[in-house]
């Protein structure tokens, strides 16, 4: 049977990063026999252009109909001064909470070849490979009452809540075991539990998960501590799952020990394992149409939907193997590029991929 992929190419560098992935999900289609089928969609910009919103109802039910996901990326000056409802980014949040991706999962792995753009010394991070499995539709984000007030002595006062449901936590809790059993079997859980209630359920839950798996090493960490492990020593992690906001701040934290934007891809899950995946970075305007964007992290997202998403473990690693290989070449888009190197365009790095298999 055959796996329908859906594309959303976006806008910005979308469209050209989106193309190198295509290309090569295409090769590995050929190369495993894993017969994937492709349907092509509008979203952002490019569907306000088309219909007037970033991303319409029939769209959506589209995209849920497919086995997964790939997107480019959205927005642009062009479409700075719409009214905020009808915004390329709404086509984001209208996809992400339409279909129950409530599982982000991003991965911060520096290939030894881009050692030199890490901030941190090469022994602390060469060699890292960890996966920050984040909560991304509930927590603090989401928690309701929310708000600004004017308290009586006529000062105000802002407020947010902190919720979590046992249930929310016990399906971000497997997404992550799962992902555990799958790699190396470690699996640290951030929270917060000397501090914040939630967070003690948060930690009671994933204690009661732990026998169900166990061929994972489950720990907890504080969130402080986790952030100061990250820096000082990353290569202590495996998986690490947590909470909306403290996986937005420690994933942007582990993401920048890899040192370029363009390397990073991510996936965003239901409970179905249905996903959405797509680099971290935006349509990034002002290289547009240049044809020097760098599509690994997009090629890398395709890889991970593989994976997570189609079962295709086997292809996403040589795909992941090709991504290795071109950057032990010496090619590097410009935002990679060091002295020694050999500059490429997307396109080029996008064909140095298709011939690595
Ligand atoms: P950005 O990630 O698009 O760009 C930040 C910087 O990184 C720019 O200098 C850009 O040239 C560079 N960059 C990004 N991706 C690159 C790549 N693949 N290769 C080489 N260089 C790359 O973030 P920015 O500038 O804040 O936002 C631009 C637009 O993208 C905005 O409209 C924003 O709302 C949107 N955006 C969309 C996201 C998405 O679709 N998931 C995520 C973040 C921003
Ligand atoms: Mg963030």
């Not at 219909?51 to 039910?61: F, Q, S, V």
């Not at 929310?168 to 929270?191: H, M, N, P, W, Y």
């Not at 994972?216 to 960490?221: C, D, G, R």
């Amino acid at each position: 049977m055959s796996k329908k992929i859906m594309i959303l190419p976006g806008d910005g560098i979308g469209p050209e990063i989106i193309e190198q992935a295509v290309a090569v999900l295409k090769t590995v289609d050929e190369k495993f026999g894993l017969n994937l089928e492709f349907t092509e969609g509008l979203i952002g910009g490019a569907s306000i252009d088309a219909h007037g919103e970033p991303l319409t109802d029939a769209e959506l039910k589209n995209a849920g109909d497919c086995d997964a996901v790939l997107l480019g990326a959205v927005g642009g000056p062009k479409w700075d001064t719409l009214d905020r409802a009808i915004r390329p980014e709404k086509g984001l949040l209208k996809i992400r909470s339409g279909l129950g991706l409530y599982a982000n999962l991003r991965p911060a792995i520096l290939y030894p070849q881009l050692a030199g753009a890490s901030s941190l010394k090469p022994e602390v991070v060469s060699g890292l490979d960890i996966l920050i499995v984040r909560e991304l539709t509930g927590g603090i984000y989401f928690g309701e009452p929310r708000g600004i007030k004017t308290l009586e002595s006529g000062e105000k006062q802002g407020y947010n809540t902190y919720v979590y449901t046992e249930s929310e936590i016990e399906r971000i809790g497997r997404t992550a075991f799962e992902a555990a059993q799958k790699r190396g079997g470690k699996l640290c859980s951030v929270d917060k539990a000397n501090v914040l209630e939630v967070t003690v359920l948060w930690r009671e839950v994933m204690d009661r998960l732990a026998p169900e798996y166990p061929d994972v090493e489950l720990s907890h960490m504080y969130v402080d501590n986790a952030a100061m492990q990250l820096v000082r020593a990353p290569k202590q992690f495996d998986v690490m799952v947590t909470g909306n906001m403290f996986g937005d701040i420690l994933s942007d934290a582990a993401a920048m020990l890899t040192g370029s934007i363009g390397m990073l891809p991510s996936a965003s899950m239901n409970e179905t394992g249905f996903g959405l995946y797509e680099p971290c970075h935006g349509s990034a305007p002002d290289i547009a149409g240049q044809g020097i964007a760098n599509p690994l992290a997009t090629i890398l997202s395709a890889a991970m939907m593989l994976r997570y998403s189609l079962d295709m473990g086997e292809a996403a690693d040589a795909i992941e193997a090709a991504v290795s290989k071109v950057l032990d070449q010496g090619l590097r888009t410009a935002d990679i590029y060091t002295d020694g190197c050999k500059k490429v365009s997307t396109a080029e790095m996008g064909a140095a991929v298709v011939a690595a298999f």
